[in-house]
């Protein structure tokens, strides 16, 4: 007998175990329809090579024994996700998403939804059949009602089940999809016009233009419990009363085609060059400085924090900042521990800080009974101080708000706090260092770097001029 | 070259550099640096960034990327984790790369966003349906969220395996010098497996489905025998100051953090105590905890009810309870003092 070879299609199904050129699926089964229909159409367009089918979970599991391209089998529910990556990282593949009812439109649907809207280019052919026919015929979400299945024995009732879902009508509310159509392969009129529509998903993507849904009613006789001719009546007669046919939208022509990506640096040239700055190296003598830094959030508390440690990279010692985050950021109160080491750092906590930063009250109320002897704790001037530090811990009050608002800027409280650590000299690095991280925390507002140096330098001035005795 | 960045900024940098093509991420703190980040640098070098509709969708995106050789990632933390397991198994099934980082906070449920290490387990024993293995990082500095990172992809394509950087809050959130990579990682070769979208990998196949029972068998063993190789191969681990230590702290993480400064303080004060860090949770770094074990007491310190003490146990065929466990749950650091308290007991 010659054997008409299918175009698309491989020659024979190995994947299956054995060199058959028969199909898996059921007599009267519209998939093989549908198969041939997408097979002869990617053949036609010589998009093979370039092609990858996401492969789904239900009847259509082993569409990766026929579909002669690249296959890729998702996870139920997954297929647009998946789809939608290899769109994102091929882009000049042809991406095409074959999934039944339960796949995209229960399980997957918020994935279905989600890609549609972000106008994935991908192609979906969408079969809907009315049931979960490969684990036997249990409901699915486009059953219609009254619709006996495996899980609506007494048949689906809307008040329990809800209604069939209709897919196309769903994705037209969205802005993105180029072309939205449902058909049918219940008869030869119909195969027609399902082929037609599978060639345009298709050609909307060799154009780049974007999201192209095909919604396909296709016959299940085996859990319809109907005779092939009788299931394809069914779908005619039944199905499409709630799924009519028709095209839902086609913007194909007007819309444009995906540009091909502008060249970029690498991550070398993106994170390189600036100014090269040495990785530290042990140094026992320096030891290890604890410091906290608490207030209010909007106080500059953690940039405070940052320009510390930046200081310490500068000259190669090692630092580390932790910040209090979360919910507590958004709580009002805002803290960050640095420690500064000439050896490699361990805990970034610092439960028990050798210098704490304290902007309000709660803040010295809660962290400095922890400053152990020989601590400093450098406090604004506007904390009111009930409880006297712990002995042998020396406190400093500093009008950083009073200052900062005298030098025109009310909100660098913490360049003034900055100042004061420099000349208390309690952090171990050098005030030239401290300024140049000083400097480079306003690098994205260069007009700030002289207003902040200059108030650094006053606040300097002011610490000589006020603690010298 | 140096920066100074979160951890989180460090996985990204790190991600970059090792040749990483897309992030497919959802925001979850302690773990949303890593997208923003990502969000911030993926498209400045031509990547791919994408925020996802939900990690289920991040995961099966890693999925995609890879089904066709292209390197790829995501980041979360516990309830997104748990989202992923299923995608990790099929990633592990497919045998596919892909790489996960997972910031942990504390459980179970929706718990609160500090710092915790109850997700051991899960990444170690993994939660995902099947037998199957990721491989699992341990860094303990930002300069190893970065330099892991790395180094999950190249283990990653080098056994066609997920990979999980475990990390937890402080990790993540915690800034620190960082050396920047000295160059980029070689591309991986994938068109013998991966379906590229080209005329040379037309005929390639990415599934994880084998009805026939005997080829599903064959499958798993395959895969286990691909573990024995990965366990005899990619140990990792660090002994910090074990030479002449009469006790060995076990500790991974953050707490190797915390026990690094007990080990300091104590050495100041004549105790012989040092620290033995695992930087691969799986493979376990049985030979290395077998050496460092040999002769001294062992003290286990985690953030979580010694899920990492049962691994320690384990590998030594011991009984758990047989090791002193220092802990804390819920999103409280254990304390220098604390290790220290519990060293001096234990000399």
Known sequence: ??????????????RSGTPTRDTHYCPGCGHGIIHKLLCEAMADMGIQDRTVIVNPIGCAVFGYYYWDVGNVGAAHGRAQSVATAINRTRPDSIVIS???DGDLAAIGFNATFQAANRGEHVATFFVNNSTYGMTGGQMAPTTLLGQKTKTTPFGRAADHEGYPLCVCEALNQLKAPVYIARVSVADTKRIMEAKKAIRKALEIQVQKKGFAFVEILSPCPTNLGLDPLKAAQW????SEQIFPLGTFRDISAEAES???PEPKPTPSEFFGGGTDVKAPEPDYAFGTKHIKIAGFGGQGILSLGLAIAEAARYSARYSSWFPSYGPEQRGGSSSCNVIVSGTPIGSPDAPQPDVLVCMNRPSYDRFAKDVPKGGVILCDATVEITEQPPEGVKLFMMPSLKLATEFGVPKATNTVMLAALAHLGVTGLATEQLLNALDDSFKKKPKLIPINRDIFQKAYAWCEANWKA | MTKFVKGNEAVVIGALYAGCDAFFGYPITPASEVAQMAALYFPSVGKEFLQAECETSS?????GAASTGKLSMTATSGPGMSLMQEGISYLAGAELP?????????????GNVYPEQGDYNQAVKGGGHGNYHCLVLAPGNVQEMCDLTMKAFELSFKYRNPVIVIADAVLGQMMETLRLPEKESPRPDTSAWAAEGNAKTRGNLITSIFLNAPQQEEH??????????IEAAEQMAECYRTDDAEIVLCAYGTSSRICRSAVDALREGGVKVGMFRPQTLYPFPEKALAEVAEGRKLMVVEMSAGQFRDDIALHLGRRAETIPLVNRMGGILVTVEQVIDAVKGLA
């Open chain 1, 258 to 260: 995906r540009k091909d």
């Open chain 2, 98 to 110: 892909g790489v996960i980082v997972t910031v942990q906070r504390a459980g179970p449920g929706l």
């Open chain 1, 1 to 14: 007998m010659a054997v008409i070879k299918a175009k698309g299609f491989y020659d024979t199904f190995d």
């Open chain 2, 220 to 229: 798993n063993i395959h895969l286990q025998a691909k573990y024995r190789k």
């Open chain 2, 59 to 63: 995961i099966n995106m890693v999925y």
């Open chain 1, 235 to 238: 779908e005619i007669e039944q």
């Open chain 1, 98 to 100: 074959y999934q039944g």
